[in-house]
């Protein structure tokens, strides 16, 4: 019989591995597509592919974007600027708006008290590092400086002060700036409780630090 012409007979080994270098092909390309998706799905809910910041964000009056540092809030859009009259001690001060407010109802001086936060004593019951705090106060808020104001949930006590956060001009949070310097310890009187976490753990470091009245008292 003559010898057949134009087939070629493949080895079954080649054939077998052939199949199987296509399904591995296959399989890994797939298995790609599903880890840059994963990785995709990551970095849109953690903020970070684009450089965004996930820290919480307030817009002030003033109409910049400031962004909230190491959980201390940035001034809120509806603080209300006021100029300070005097500091009388760590925690109290007096104010003046420009003109009346939702916060604030008349232009004559307002006595505050600055909310989440206890100074020691000054003057005939004066308690060791009260004068200390006070400067500290004058420090952050000299007399004639512009302040901004929020209220909690009670924006008055029975004394008839009024009872705020503060801001400085350039953006500092008083109430926390005092406790974390040692000069204020933190204070909770329901239902005005909206920054105690944080006025606490700010004591907390100031404590272990031995920072103002923690190291000096």
Same mark, same amino acid.
């Not at 540092?69 to 209300?80: E, F, K, L, N, W």
């Not at 500091?87 to 003046?96: A, Q, S």
């Not at 974390?180 to 004591?203: K, Q, V």
């Given at each position: $019989?003559?010898?057949?012409?134009?087939?070629?007979?493949?080895?079954?080994?080649?054939?077998?591995?052939?199949?199987?270098?296509?399904?591995?092909?296959?399989? =890994?390309?797939?298995?790609?597509?599903?880890?840059? =998706? $994963?990785?995709?799905? @990551?970095?849109?809910?953690?903020?970070?592919?684009?450089?965004?910041?996930?820290?919480?964000?307030?817009?002030?009056?003033?109409?910049?974007?400031? &962004?909230?540092?190491?959980?201390?809030?940035?001034?809120?859009?509806?603080?209300?600027? #006021?100029? @300070?009259?005097?500091?009388?001690?760590?925690? /109290?001060?007096?104010?003046?708006?420009?003109?009346?407010?939702?916060?604030?109802?008349? *232009?004559?001086? @307002?006595?505050?008290?600055?909310?989440?936060?206890? &100074?020691?004593?000054?003057?005939?019951?004066?308690?060791?590092?009260?004068?200390?705090?006070?400067?500290?106060?004058?420090?952050?808020?000299?007399?004639? =400086?512009? *302040?901004?104001?929020?209220?909690?949930?009670?924006? /008055?006590?029975?004394?008839?002060?009024?009872?705020?956060?503060?801001? /400085?001009?350039?953006?500092?949070?008083?109430?926390?700036?005092?406790?974390?310097?040692?000069?204020?310890?933190?204070? #909770?009187?329901?239902?005005?409780?909206?920054?105690?976490?944080?006025?606490?753990?700010?004591?907390?470091?100031? &404590?272990?630090?031995?920072?103002?009245?923690?190291?000096?008292?």
């Amino acid at each position: $019989m003559g010898r057949r012409q134009g087939r070629s007979r493949v080895p079954i080994g080649v054939l077998v591995l052939g199949v199987l270098g296509f399904a591995w092909v296959q399989q =890994s390309e797939f298995l790609a597509t599903e880890f840059e =998706s $994963m990785l995709s799905s @990551v970095s849109q809910g953690s903020g970070q592919s684009s450089g965004e910041s996930t820290g919480p964000v307030a817009t002030a009056a003033d109409g910049t974007v400031e &962004t909230a540092v190491g959980g201390i809030p940035a001034r809120p859009s509806g603080a209300v600027p #006021m100029t @300070v009259e005097h500091v009388h001690d760590g925690d /109290t001060l007096f104010l003046r708006t420009d003109q009346p407010n939702a916060l604030v109802a008349t *232009t004559d001086a @307002v006595k505050v008290r600055l909310l989440g936060i206890d &100074t020691p004593e000054v003057g005939d019951s004066a308690e060791c590092f009260g004068d200390q705090a006070a400067e500290q106060l004058r420090a952050l808020l000299p007399d004639g =400086s512009r *302040t901004w104001v929020t209220a909690d949930q009670d924006p /008055t006590d029975r004394y008839g002060r009024s009872l705020f956060y503060l801001w /400085t001009g350039d953006g500092r949070f008083v109430n926390y700036e005092l406790v974390a310097g040692g000069a204020a310890e933190s204070l #909770m009187i329901p239902p005005n409780d909206a920054h105690y976490p944080l006025l606490r753990t700010a004591e907390d470091a100031a &404590t272990t630090a031995g920072a103002g009245q923690w190291g000096a008292c």
